[in-house]
């Protein structure tokens, strides 16, 4: 009956002939998003829509979350799984694949007026972002006395994000380990707005993003032991921009990967990801090692 039924709703014209689409569904960082949103663009063009693709934010956290209980195909992410993350998926029977997609730089930043504050050392991002900074460094004077006696602001990628946990290892030496009282948000976006209008703020996100404000945003020098260096294509790929580079990823599920659609769509995503990341300003990887993931 049911089948009867469901053809009498074709013949008709009342069933969605777009709810039969075949779905492909992404979610996770808001740093990789910009890639994989052009990757998606693009196979649908190529596919002619026959192929639809939902793209969603969470921070690499939330993302794992989802993909870890078989909720997503394909995992955006801004470091690599965590032991916790790889349990979850191995009681869940979720196999799955990782590939690096490009590299990245976390870019430290502060409003473009910001004069005052040019350059920090990781011994500075350390004494501002440590847990124990949250009632002793609440001013830019008490991380230097040549800097303001003004308020400290901070604004940083929320506590699901890949990038805070990236930033909060490298910087203060556990990840997730950080003062609390900053403003957090997964949408590097919003971050970029509100660093944007306050000149008390230093905050961090995607090098990506900077990129494309730089006439609101201004990147500040890091030394991690390499001298002062901004983060660029060059700094990055020849890993002197340190302790803040670091590739990021797509996780395919294994069992989504024998799906036609999503392999081919993993399959058109490695092949133009060196154009698809320049784009989203970010760094490719060498060209090797997109064949190597594809293969």
Known sequence: MKGIEALKK???GTVDLDSHKVVIDIYGSSTVYPITKLATEEFRKAKRGATEITLGISG?????KKFCRGETDISNTSRPILKKEIDACREAGIKYIELPVAYDGIAVVVNA???NVMAMTAAD???IWEPIAEKEVTRWNNVKRMWPETPLKLYAPGVSSGTFDYFTEAIVGKSGSSRNDFTASVD?????????????????????YFSKN????????IDGGNGFLFPSEETVMEGRYQPLS??????VNNRAAERPEVKEFVE????????????AKYIPLPDGAYKLAAE
């Open 125 to 127: 991002l350390k004494k």
């Open 113 to 115: 007026k910001n004069e």
């Open 60 to 64: 690499t956290g939330g993302g794992f």
């Open 188 to 208: 590097h976006n919003a971050l970029v707005q509100g660093i944007a209008e306050d000149k008390d703020v230093v905050g961090f996100l995607g090098y990506a």
């Open 10 to 12: 074709f013949i008709s």
């Open 246 to 251: 670091r590739p990021v990823f797509i996780y």
């Open 268 to 279: 058109f995503y490695l092949r133009n990801a060196p154009k698809l990341v320049r784009r």
């Open 214 to 221: 730089k006439d609101k945003l201004a990147v500040v020098l």
